[in-house]
């Protein structure tokens, strides 16, 4: 089987060698395509591999970013002439931005595939410095753009799917990324004996933890057996502190391995989010058999169904969310049943690398 030449390009931090759950899927990816990946090198890895181009961070780690995206237009033009692929396949609508002027230097007519995996607009309002809002008029409009002028769109839910369209753009199809989920998918452990909420996620405005932090001020004294464990690093670790001094567990980082047993430990996740993508935690507290209190925003509705797999609430309403969250940790029987539900739920969102791959493949070369 012919391989096509493909370029993807995306800002994800890489380490190598990969992790094996990582090289599962670039592997599967591999035996698909004729693979090329531009990305960002994590801290302490090598740069370059015969696959991977890394950019490596600057030591001035607040122009990190700004320098990535200012260079990226520049380096993907050198791999188009080098590589000459066929395709590119864009993480972001940002990345095409820059991939579709790189295809217009280069004079390479590779196809310019993007996905969406969520709201793009939050990156610019609700993650990292604030000082990131006096760019998002224009971070909205590049973005539509990039948008509309891909030669194919991928989405991965049907919210996702719903932001595309609302710019006048179909997608060409609509599939979740692949999950590696290997420490999440064994028999479910029955809920421990204590009452345990957990959060999993990076410390930002976007997933609502200063809304989470208000909520458990009001849950907590109507539940004072349950605790809080929350998991998550970013710019809102002031939040986190002032949970610990609540008597909230904080783990700033935890493996795979470590997010199953947490989930273990816990009769429900936690997902108090003003926008969401494709969320991965949700699948990965399905599998384990724990349902969800969340909020109607993003993709989360997508997932979870109101009193089937967990419970959903307003997106901003600390008082409703600390209600909800107060009636699962009062009631074990519920806590199960949403379990049982959750369990139920997982199916349709997983997928092997293999499958993925494949799907991959067809969008490419459509």
Not at 11 to 17: D, G, K, N, Q
């Amino acid at each position: 089987m012919r391989r096509p030449k493909v370029l993807f390009v995306g800002r994800t931090r890489y380490r190598l060698p990969l992790s094996s759950s990582l090289a599962r899927k670039f592997d599967a990816l591999g035996d698909e395509l004729d693979l090329h990946v531009l990305a960002s090198a994590a801290e302490r890895t090598s740069a370059t591999d015969p696959v991977f181009t890394l950019v490596r961070p600057l030591r001035v780690r607040g122009l990190d970013g700004v320098a990535f995206w200012l260079a990226l237009p520049w380096r993907v033009t050198q791999l188009l002439r080098e590589l000459r692929p066929e395709a590119v396949v864009c993480q972001t609508p940002y990345d095409a931005a820059a991939t579709l002027l790189a295809r217009r230097l280069s004079h390479v007519p590779a196809r310019v595939v993007v996905e969406v995996h969520g709201d793009w607009r939050t990156s610019t309002r609700l993650y990292g410095s604030p000082a990131r809002r006096l760019v998002s008029r224009f971070a909205d409009g590049l973005a539509a753009l990039a948008l509309r002028r891909a030669d194919a769109v991928r989405t991965v839910s049907p919210f996702t799917a719903g932001l595309v369209r609302a710019l006048g753009v179909e997608p060409a199809d609509d599939f979740p990324a692949y999950m590696d989920l290997e420490p999440f998918v064994r028999e479910p452990q029955p809920l421990p004996h204590a009452p345990l909420v957990l959060f999993v996620g990076v410390l930002e405005a976007y997933k609502n933890v200063d809304g989470l932090a208000d909520a458990w001020r009001r849950a907590a004294p109507r539940v004072p057996a349950a605790t809080l464990h929350v998991v998550g690093k970013g710019t809102r670790t002031d939040v986190a502190d002032a949970l610990v001094r609540l008597g909230a567990r904080w783990d700033p980082e935890l493996s795979p391995a470590e997010v199953a047993r947490a989930l273990d430990e816990a009769w429900v996740l936690v997902l108090p989010s003003r926008s969401e993508g494709m969320g991965r935690v949700l699948v990965e507290a399905f599998c384990r058999g724990r349902g969800v209190v969340g909020t109607r925003a993003g993709s989360i509705p997508d997932l979870v169904q109101d009193g089937v797999s967990g419970l959903l609430v307003p997106p901003d309403d600390a008082g409703a969310l600390a209600d909800a969250l107060v009636r699962v940790l009062s009631d074990r029987s519920l806590a199960e049943r949403l379990g049982e539900g959750a369990r139920a739920s997982a199916a349709p969102w997983l997928q092997s690398p293999e499958e993925y791959a494949r799907r991959v493949r067809e969008l490419v070369v459509a």
